[in-house]
């Protein structure tokens, strides 16, 4: 078996972070703990080469990028690819360069993110959601590199997270629907594994009841994935119950596609017959029939945010921080007005 710094934390009762600070010269660990890894590390025969190096001063100006999870959340997703190229403008303009690191090659004993992250002795990460999340997610947040989330909630001591306001996302559409006469409501996610999603559904459950609306079960439906194929798929389900909504909101826009792309192969008029909104307000939305209304994800800021975030974190000027964005409705033809007599 070959030991890793992982197995030294596990044969330690450590974490793998308690295992890098000692590794790393750092003095806030207790000299018993220090003293029992050391130990473990020496018995085994542990090489500590590219430890030995990360204990200098950090000079690899690399940044690790890491597409976490299994969904397609990687450079065909029109999101990620907007908030990325937003981070590596700012973040190069601050002197870094990128390295991305695939999932693809992910294994217990070599392959996990944080040791591939510490042999190319990277200065910190930017972590992109995606759905069913690696655990060595979980261990790369909770070590002593810094690193920032998009869309996804990181807890470790020098991590932090930029996403928009996902209940802002869904209470901006149900009110949007509302102010114009709708009283039968629809939802398009993504996954069940999918934690944005989730928190999207929520909020927009919670927002139809503070105005009095009804939650219709068989109305509410998943895809498996943020895509195009997914949103159609998941209309066709709805439709196939015997009724549809008169108002239906999908988790991102090419869901929304999707499912006005369905709506019309069974006759349906959009917005006349069924209104749809979507989510993020990627270029497409502009150049449909009818145009999407959607809501806006500031990109730019939120791949703005995390550049600057971590280029704190790194130089110890932040501690553990979160950033919500505000979205923003834009209006377009997908969503008609209704009379309310």
Known sequence: MKITIKTIAELAGVSVSTVSKILNNYEDVGAETKDRVLKIIEEHGYSTTYSNKAAAPRKSMLIGVVYAGKINAEFNHLFFVDVISAFKKR??????DLIFFSNERLSDDEGDY??????????????????????????????????????????????????SDNGSISNNAVEHFYLQGYKEFGFIGCSDTSRISQLRENSYREALQRYGLPVTESWFVNGSDFFEQSGY???????????????????????????????????YRVPEDVAVIGCDDIEACKYVTPPLTTVRQDKEKIGLLAALMLYDLINGQLQSSSVMVAPQLVIRQSCGALSRI
């Open 233 to 267: 798929l998941a209309m066709l389900r709805m439709i196939e119950s015997g009724t549809v909504p008169r108002a239906v909101f999908a988790v991102s826009d090419l869901l929304a596609l999707g499912a006005v792309r369905a709506l019309k192969e069974k006759g």
């Open 91 to 96: 973040i190069g303009l601050l002197g870094y």
């Open 114 to 163: 944080y040791s591939r992250c510490r042999q190319h002795q990277v200065d910190g990460c930017i972590i992109i959601s995606g759905d069913e999340i690696e655990p060595g997610i979980a261990e790369l947040d909770q070590s002593d590199i810094p690193c920032i989330g998009i869309d996804l909630e990181l807890t470790g001591t020098r991590s932090g997270y930029a996403m």
